[in-house]
């Protein structure tokens, strides 16, 4: 099945949906967001990640009207929304704690929005009923909240926050209070209701697979400021900063510094070592401080010495078995521990390492990114 | 004599607890003894007083009617005693005990036989009037300089009392004493109980309740001495206590207190010991020591009534036994009257017209 | 065996406690007045054994109850209580809810001191304070004093000894008695629910309405309980701020009681007014129990 790539923001004519605009937000002396620029395009599923107190939720409420700019400019659709409360704007929010008005029923809470539209009652029952459908609820339509099991729960706050159809919907950590195994099928689920509606979904998450999992594009958070904006591939592969790339699935850092010849570097990282190979479109300045990060899956883990363009020997110190892989911990004689993972294509009794054994790690030189700060 | 309103406040919940022997609990009126003699009699007696003090008859009766107040004697008023004599709550005095009632004055022994025939069960403490406490200056000016301050017409003639009504009138908040004096108004019996002579003492009070401030039993005392009101129907004593605070207050407010000329009624609080008494032996003790004379006359002395003991009388001070408020002259004593407690039946009467008289119900 | 214990006490305490006085109580309305000691007869007397049980019975009637039907001061005094206590207990909500509501939405740290402040009267007599009511409303109290140098009135106005000083009496001495159970309510209400409704298109206003207000119904209904049943049978307060005209039935209770000393009929009047009281509260449970079970 043909499909066109969904990549608005790779398009200079698109207008995006939400822009904001050197947006600063303070609380007292506290700055939660730093004169921040971000687009956002119609139909995207945005996830803005960060560790608590990054500010990702603050952006959330300020989408949402709960929170004012303190100074900067948001718009919605080329609109500035400033003065808009936020029982005006065409954006609905899904709560964290979901929010559910506990006096009313499944229904109710539902309809609670569009019954504040004024529509008339036929319009507000076909839509309900739609709602409920797709988030699969009809067997609880009478029931209270408090009647109803986590995942149910889950799924009446986002019937609610969809019933009003709004261009906007925000998401602030909405599978948090779910177990690990329903938080991945509402991952898919939440997906497939993105794209049944075509609604643009901005998520909040501190989760980074759940934000790789279900983003178009992850915009990685610290401390008020966006690090970097992207696809979640480009993120896991070409992250920016040692900061993005150490957030953001597992890897090595390996501190040194840099002698470039062309699109070659050499990074120095430890007395009476060869040097490490990499490669980078960057230029880098003879002698500079540089990082090199490398997933511990693209290092490959061997008894001989195999002939690649980085090879280093250790010791195994410690191993983590996941079933599907393994997870070495290789000490090396500079006294850095280097994350290496295995399939585990074997049954574990052929399996070749095992404690203290002697290996060698060894990898390409394009498996590393080389990172400046 | 004072009323119902705050009786809340003495109730003072007296346990009947264990009492020793010598121990005596005394029940009386607030405010209504010189508190040296309380000291005085424990040094002679070496008996030890508990003195607990009440303002309402109907809180006073309760506890009697109930039974087990752990009282040892108590000061009912007359109509009160006769009615719980009756229903059996106090003990004959054994006579042998009390020397002094030898002090008593046969005068009031007369009246007092009314409610307590032969004294078998009480004796008197202290009596007074009920009659007009005025403000001198304000009645002139509202009724001119022959305003009739001592009849029963200043307040019960709706002429006058309409006149009076913006500068303030209070009436007691007591059925048992604005009845008398509204059949003697009418120049009816003051005792007549019977539905007639009701309706006609309701009729002459209706004519007036709406120039009626308020009907309290204790509020006037301030609002006549303060200048508040102008007019207060109460008792005698309490008016002369508003007479001496506004002349100390220096306020330009003049109280005067006179028995009305039609017939005033005179009340007795008398002393008698519970049926039930813990210490009745105690109880005669202290009886005999207040029939003293010269502990009588500082009682007197101190709160301004007049007693009912007639060897007390060379030991009273001047401006009591001088003051015809509290000691009348032959001649209005003679004018005095007594009234008889109301039946059962008869009280339900009078506590539903006065509930009528007080809001139009 | 424990858990029969634990269950068995707050009955044994309602029987000790509220049971067996109001059996006395029911008793006593039943007897006849008399002028004796205790005043009403008969008395039951069980030296003369199953006889005397059998008499004791054969002398209670109803007598007392038909009497009160035949004055109509009695069930224009009920009247008047319950009127005096529904629009005491209906200010008091106007003026307590945003009390609490202003309790609940102050920063933590000042809610302790902010009850505190609530509770505070209470550790005054509750008599003294009735009474400093009277000095504040007297035709030369603090109110009209104040008023008329304020220039607002130029004749002092008649407060005291009015109904409205039965109301000002009766809401500021119950007004605690509103706040904490609403506040108890307010502080528990999740303040994502007005941002969810916001969000969902109410105004602040509405958001309140249909938000704030269903969620503290219990509160509501807890305070309106704890002001409304006290007030019915409020007697210091109109004795102390009420006029004479001010007819409420714990006034006619005490004039039973102690000018009457008709203890049966004063009986009679308080175990109707418990009835009065009683109905209401068991019809609006029964109503509750059923909503809790359809919502099953």
């Keep these: ?373 | 004599m004072k009323t119902p309103l705050l009786s809340l406040t003495a109730t003072l919940a007296l346990t009947a607890a264990a009492v020793q022997a010598e121990e005596v609990h005394v029940y009386n009126w607030s405010d209504y003894i010189d508190e040296s003699l309380l000291s005085k009699f424990e040094e002679e007696t070496g008996i030890d007083l508990v003195y607990d003090v009440f303002d309402s008859n109907e809180l006073l009766e309760t506890k009697m009617l109930a039974g087990g107040s752990g009282y040892d004697v108590v000061v009912p008023t007359g109509t009160f005693l006769q009615r719980q004599i009756m229903a059996g709550a106090f003990q004959k005095l054994d006579k042998s005990k009390l020397p002094n009632l030898d002090n008593m004055w046969d005068v009031i022994e007369k009246r007092t036989d009314a409610y307590d025939p032969g004294g078998e069960y009480s004796i008197n403490y202290m009596w007074g009037t009920t009659g007009i406490g005025v403000n001198m200056p304000a009645v002139e000016d509202a009724l001119g300089a022959d305003a009739p301050v001592d009849s029963l017409s200043l307040i019960f003639d709706p002429a006058n009392m309409e006149k009076l009504a913006s500068c303030g009138v209070h009436f007691l908040d007591a059925p048992t004493e604005m009845i008398p004096a509204a059949l003697a108004y009418a120049g009816l019996d003051p005792d007549r109980k019977d539905e007639e002579a009701l309706a006609k003492a309701e009729e002459v009070l209706m004519a007036v309740r709406p120039y009626i401030q308020k009907f309290h039993s204790s509020e006037y005392i301030n609002a006549l001495a303060n200048g508040d009101i102008c007019v207060a129907f109460g008792w005698s004593g309490d008016i002369l206590q508003a007479r001496d605070r506004a002349a100390e207050a220096e306020n330009g407010v003049e109280i005067a207190y006179n028995a009305p000329k039609e017939g005033a009624l005179m009340w007795f609080d008398m002393m008698a010991i519970p049926v039930d008494a813990p210490n009745p032996e105690a109880a005669h003790t202290f009886l005999n020591f207040i029939m003293d004379p010269e502990n009588m006359a500082a009682a007197s002395n101190y709160v301004y009534y007049a007693n009912g003991n007639k060897a007390s009388q060379e030991f009273l001070s001047e401006d009591v036994i001088g003051d015809p408020a509290i000691y009348p002259s032959e001649e209005t004593l003679e004018k005095l009257y007594t009234v008889t407690p109301f039946g059962p039946k008869e009280q339900r009467t009078l506590t539903r017209l006065w509930t009528k008289v007080k809001s139009g119900t | 065996m424990r858990r029969l214990v634990l269950i068995l006490v707050p009955y044994l305490w309602l029987i000790a406690l509220f049971l067996i006085p109001f059996v006395i109580v029911v008793k006593i309305s039943l007897s006849d007045v008399a002028l004796a000691r205790p005043p009403y007869f008969p008395q039951l007397d069980l030296t003369a054994g199953w006889a005397g049980i059998r008499t004791f019975f054969s002398e209670l009637d109803f007598e007392n109850f038909t009497f009160l039907t035949t004055d109509d001061l009695y069930w224009k005094a009920y009247l008047s209580s319950l009127k005096i206590a529904a629009i005491s207990t209906a200010l008091t909500l106007l003026i307590g809810y945003p009390i609490a509501y202003g309790m609940a939405s102050a920063r933590p740290e000042w809610r302790a001191t902010l009850m505190m402040l609530v509770i505070l009267p209470f550790w005054t007599s509750f008599l003294i304070r009735v009474y400093s009511w009277i000095g504040i409303l007297s035709q030369g109290g603090l109110l009209n004093t104040f008023l008329l140098w304020l220039g607002v009135i130029d004749q002092p106005l008649t407060i005291l000894n009015t109904e409205i000083a039965v109301y000002i009496g009766i809401v500021y001495t119950y007004l605690p008695f509103m706040i904490l159970p609403i506040y108890a309510n307010l502080e528990k209400l999740d303040g994502a629910l007005i941002e969810a409704a916001e969000d969902l298109g109410c105004s602040r206003t509405s958001a309140f309405w249909l938000v704030t207000i269903p969620l503290s119904k219990s509160g509501i209904i807890a305070g309106c309980f704890l002001v409304f049943i006290p007030a019915i049978g409020e007697f210091v307060i109109p004795s102390l701020l009420g006029g004479s005209q001010t007819l409420m039935i714990g006034k006619v209770l005490y004039e039973e009681f102690f000018s009457n000393r008709d203890w049966p009929v004063a009986s009679a009047v308080a175990v109707v007014l418990l009835v009065i009281l009683i109905v209401p509260i068991i019809l609006f449970q029964r109503n509750e129990q059923k909503n809790r079970e359809a919502s099953q």
């Design chain 1, 1 to 373: 099945m043909p499909q066109t790539v969904f990549a608005p923001w790779e398009n200079p004519d698109e207008k995006p949906l939400i822009q904001f605009r050197n947006v600063t937000k303070k609380f007292g002396d506290f700055t939660a967001i730093a004169n921040l620029d971000l687009d956002i395009y119609a139909q995207e599923f945005f996830a803005l990640l960060g560790p608590s107190g990054c500010g990702k939720t603050t952006l959330m409420r300020m989408l949402a009207g709960f929170e004012m700019p303190t100074s900067g400019k948001i718009l919605l659709g080329g609109e500035d929304i400033a003065a808009v409360p936020p029982n005006k704007r065409p954006v609905n929010m899904m709560f964290q704690s979901y929010a559910l008005f506990p006096h009313l029923s499944v229904w109710d809470n539902v309809a609670f929005g569009l019954k504040r539209e004024g529509r008339d009652k036929s319009e507000i029952e076909t839509r309900v009923s739609d709602m409920i459908r797709l988030t699969r609820l009809e067997k609880f339509a009478r029931r209270k909240p408090h009647q109803l099991s986590g995942g149910q729960r889950q799924r009446v706050a986002l019937a609610r926050s969809l019933a009003k159809a709004p261009k906007l919907l925000l998401l602030d950590e909405p599978l948090g209070a779910l177990d690990r195994k329903l938080r991945e099928e509402t991952q898919f689920e939440l997906m497939d209701i993105q794209e049944k509606t075509g609604t643009t979904f901005v998520i909040v998450t501190h989760d980074q697979e759940e934000a790789m999992t279900v983003a178009s594009r992850v915009a990685v958070m610290d401390e008020g400021r966006l690090v970097q904006v992207s696809t979640p591939d480009r993120i896991y592969e070409n992250p920016n900063s040692v900061y993005v790339a150490d957030f953001i699935g597992d890897v090595n850092i390996i501190e040194g510094s840099a002698n470039q010849t062309g699109d070659k570097v050499l990074v120095n990282w430890a007395e009476g070592h060869s040097p490490l190979v990499a490669t980078t479109a960057a230029v880098l300045q003879k002698d500079q401080t540089c990082y090199l990060a490398i997933r511990p899956e693209k290092i490959a883990i061997t008894a001989e010495q195999p002939d690649a363009a980085n090879v280093v020997q250790g010791e195994i110190l410690d191993i983590g078995y996941l079933g599907n892989i393994s997870t070495y911990h290789v000490k090396l004689p500079s006294g850095h521990v280097i994350k290496a993972q295995s399939a585990n294509t074997r049954r574990i009794a052929r399996r070749s390492f095992t404690w203290e054994d002697k290996v060698w790690l060894s990898w390409s030189d394009t498996a590393a990114i080389l990172l400046e700060r």
